[in-house]
Nanobody
């Protein structure tokens, strides 16, 4: 079992930066692939970024490539999403999630979810 608590969201101007954190409880955190997803009003939840359990591999969606970076610190049971060059279309609730399969970026492949943190980017 893994419990996840996301934080770090807020209001940013276009072109600005935010860093999201996701703190995990449970001794098995380091075994899981971790992902970030987002959901804008009226839209489906979509994949943003994922990182392998070891941190050795990462993957980000084309829509955020070159702007967002995912990382993790297994000693701190925490995964991060550094978001730079923010755009208004990045506005959404961001969720962190834990799953068993790093290479599967579908929502249904992730077993544990945090509560979400709101990111709002103004133009």
């Amino acid at each position: 079992q893994v419990q996840l608590v996301a934080s770090g969201g807020g209001l940013a101007q276009a072109g600005g930066s935010l860093r999201l954190s996701c703190a995990a409880s449970g001794r098995t955190f380091s075994r899981y692939a971790m992902g970030w997803f987002r959901q804008a009003p009226g839209k489906e939840r979509e994949f943003v970024a994922a990182i392998r359990w070891s941190g050795g591999s990462t993957y980000v969606a084309d829509s955020v490539k070159g702007r967002f970076t995912i990382s993790r610190d297994n000693a701190k049971n925490t995964v991060y999403l550094q978001m730079n060059s923010l755009k208004p279309e990045d506005t959404a609730v961001y969720y962190c999630a834990a799953g068993n399969y790093y290479g599967d970026y579908r929502v249904r492949s992730y077993d544990y979810w945090g509560q979400g943190t709101q990111v709002t980017v103004s133009s």
